[in-house]
């Protein structure tokens, strides 16, 4: 998913707002993300303070680290890149009982778990991160997270390759 999509979620829309973009998003072209990049978002356990924001770079994993509301500062964001090889995703474990879907796996620390369509988001964010970690990055992964007519890194599509 399009970290524009994060933002227009319905958690987004509290806290991710143009002031607190103007943080996070230098830090993320920083570690090398392109403008509206494939991400997911971490909310953690008060997203109106901090949350993080992992983008999918062609270097690496860009994590950015978020506080919403710094006294007598504002919004602030940190990010880091980490190259592919040295991602540390943890295994990815899927139970379905009674046509309910529920995964939990850990990226980078953290802890990523969801039921039905938030399974459905994590697991297609951790397959988006095993293409990219194996330096592949299959057409229909990049379909579905970016949508037609653009390449893994968001530019527009070249020569007829629509993925890289």
């Known amino acids: 998913m399009r970290l524009s999509e994060w933002q227009k979620s319905t958690q987004g829309a509290k806290v991710m707002t143009a002031k607190v973009a103007a943080a996070y998003e230098p830090a993320l072209r920083g570690v090398g993300a392109i403008r509206d990049p494939v991400a997911y978002v971490v909310w953690g356990d008060d ?3 901090r949350y993080t924001i992992m983008a999918a770079t062609d270097a690496g994993l860009g994590v950015c680290n978020v506080r919403v509301n710094v006294p007598q500062e504002g919004p602030r964001a940190t990010a ?32 990523l778990q969801g039921v039905d369509d938030a399974a459905d988001g994590i697991t297609t964010w951790i397959a988006h991160l095993f293409a990219r970690i194996d330096g592949r990055v299959p057409s229909d992964h990049v379909s579905g997270l970016l949508g037609s ?4 890194t ?3 599509a070249v020569s007829g390759d629509p993925a890289a």
Not at 84 to 106: F, K, S
Not at 149 to 152: I, K, S
């Open 80 to 111: 880091k890149l980490i190259r592919w090889n040295r991602v540390t995703i943890g295994d990815l474990n899927v139970e379905a009982h009674h046509g309910h879907r529920y995964v939990m796996v850990q990226v980078e620390g953290a802890v």
């Open 154 to 156: 968001g530019d527009p």
């Open 47 to 49: 997203p109106g303070v």
């Open 149 to 152: 007519g653009t390449t893994a």
